[in-house]
């Protein structure tokens, strides 16, 4: 696998169809499942189940294959989430990791910014915990970073941890331990995390998300070590960026 860009990553995730389907008793729950996941490449049909059935989702590959099962119950982190900085994450006892792994790969249309703030914690909190590796992220906008430059001046002062930031902007504020790097074209159009791992391919993950509407995004996370090391690659090349 070699891409050029975060456009493209996304187009290689668009043409792996998924097919989820939500069996719940709740229909504003499978609307709303509905509404989150329903993309040109994700199908998502709901199945009545009976009222006394707490619900569940299911998801199968093109081919139909059976890819797992997860309770409805442990969605509450991608449709209504509460934001922790990533170094309480690990002893939270909030349940995401689960949702996440599930969910990988398969695209997302229509999050808000407080469900990808979510699903950047949970990269984020990886990075913290391993301590180590390089950490890319991309705000879109100046403001964007702003809001989130206390967690990201905590993260970069992280035992070996490198981490950059790109803006579509110039940026003239002092950083210390923080590189940020002002990068114009197609990196001002997503909201990007991505964490290499640092050298353990079962720590590698990414999210790339695009701003299609205001507010509103569609994109996806991912765990697949190939695609990540791609992801990194790509950023790596962009001019001011330095390697970990």
């Not at 490449?41 to 189940?49: C, D, F, G, L, P």
């Not at 002002?182 to 695009?210: H, K, P, R, Y």
């Amino acid at each position: 696998m070699t891409i050029s860009g975060l456009e493209e990553a996304l187009e290689i995730v668009e043409n792996e169809r998924k097919h989820l389907a939500v069996y719940t008793a709740e229909t504003d729950v499978a609307a709303e499942l509905q509404q989150q996941f329903t993309t040109r490449n994700v199908t998502v049909e709901h199945r009545q189940a009976a009222a006394f059935d707490d619900g569940f989702v299911v998801i199968r590959g093109a081919d139909g294959s059976f890819r797992g099962a997860l309770g409805i119950e442990y969605f509450g982190a991608i449709l209504s989430p509460d934001s922790y900085p990533p170094w309480t994450l690990e002893n939270s006892g909030i349940e995401t990791r689960q949702v996440f792994d599930f969910l990988e790969n398969t695209l997302f249309s229509s999050y808000d910014r407080r469900q990808l703030l979510a699903v950047s914690r949970e990269i984020e909190e990886r990075a913290w915990r391993l301590g180590e590796g390089a950490l890319y992220a991309g705000f879109e906008r100046k403001a964007a970073f702003e809001k989130q430059r206390e967690v990201y001046d905590r993260l970069s002062s992280r035992g070996a941890l490198s981490v950059t930031v790109f803006l579509d902007a110039a940026w003239d504020a002092p950083t210390e331990g923080l590189a940020v790097v002002s990068a114009l074209g197609e990196i001002g159009q997503f909201w990007f995390v991505v964490f290499d791992g640092a050298g353990n391919t079962q720590q590698a993950c990414a999210l790339v998300a695009e701003e299609r509407q205001p507010g509103r995004y569609y994109g996806f996370w991912t765990y697949d070590p190939e695609l990540v090391g791609e992801l990194v690659a790509c950023l790596e090349d962009i001019d001011g960026v330095q390697s970990a």
